[in-house]
């Protein structure tokens, strides 16, 4: 990609570029907001949806001018969560799908399917993560964020995965070399916090091309990573310069709540994906909005598109 996105709605714009239909397999697709993004994205000429789920719950969520439209979308008759889970997997094996989202399911049995491991989506050798692009009023890029979803207390191991995958992310978006902040309570290296220690060896391997394509530092503090104030005023020395690209955080207890502040105080909306998968997958929260679920979608397309 030639021109950095730095707006969510860039990124659906991007993928109508692209002239092609995603199929998308949504399993349990019976709750409104799930329902409009997938329409909204089928308007909008970017994916085929199968709505997997009970089809009588399904049915009366669908507008009347779509229901007259049966070619651009299909229904699969499906009233258990569990297999719904694993045929939608094993639709994106056989090549039937290109990206799985998950609906009105419980997020543990539907990603049961997806790390199954003789037909699971998981690579091989691989750390299951979860990156998000941030939009914020007050920030004048887009804000990637790991991860406050999947990983508790990941490894050293574990971040250098998350930073490689919201590297890539960001790479697939056109910020070609994005500034990565290792955030902690201080800028300060500790032995009391060992973060700070794990961060160190992490900037090294930035340094000598272990970890590629990014200036990475830390630990920083969010101020230092975001606002360039705080930074002439601390005096602090720090290529990040607060113009973050990606907040990486040392535990999902870290990054949970500044993300669930953000969004909820900060007025953001999000796009977000599971990685670690060989196809995208959505998965969102029941209070996620259908702007953000329908930003989901799109960047599930953006992935899905670079993947092939």
Known sequence: MEKRINKLDQIPQYVMGLRRKFKVAVVIAEDTSTIDAVIQATKDGFIHPVLMGNRSKILPLLPHEFLKQAEVYDIIDC????????????????????????????TDLFLKAVLNKENGLLRP?????????????????????????VLPFPTMQQKVSMANYAIDMAHKLGIKKPKVALIGASE?????????LEYERMCKMAENGVIKDCIMDGPLDVYLACDPGSVKTKGVDTPIGGEADILLFPSLEASNPFYKSIMLFGGGELAGLIQGTTHPVV???????FRSKYYCLALACLMAENNS
């Not at 056989?94 to 989202?101: L, W």
């Open 283 to 289: 998965v969102m929260s029941r209070s996620d909005s």
């Open 188 to 196: 300060k290296v500790s032995s009391h916090f060992p973060n700070s």
């Open 125 to 149: 050798d691989s750390v299951l993560s979860y990156v998000c692009a941030i939009e914020l009023p007050a920030y004048n890029k887009l804000l990637f964020l790991t991860d406050p979803a």
């Open 79 to 106: 009233d258990s969560h569990q297999k719904a889970s694993e045929l939608a997997v094993s639709m994106v094996n056989r090549g039937e799908a290109d990206i799985v989202m998950k609906g009105l399911i419980n």
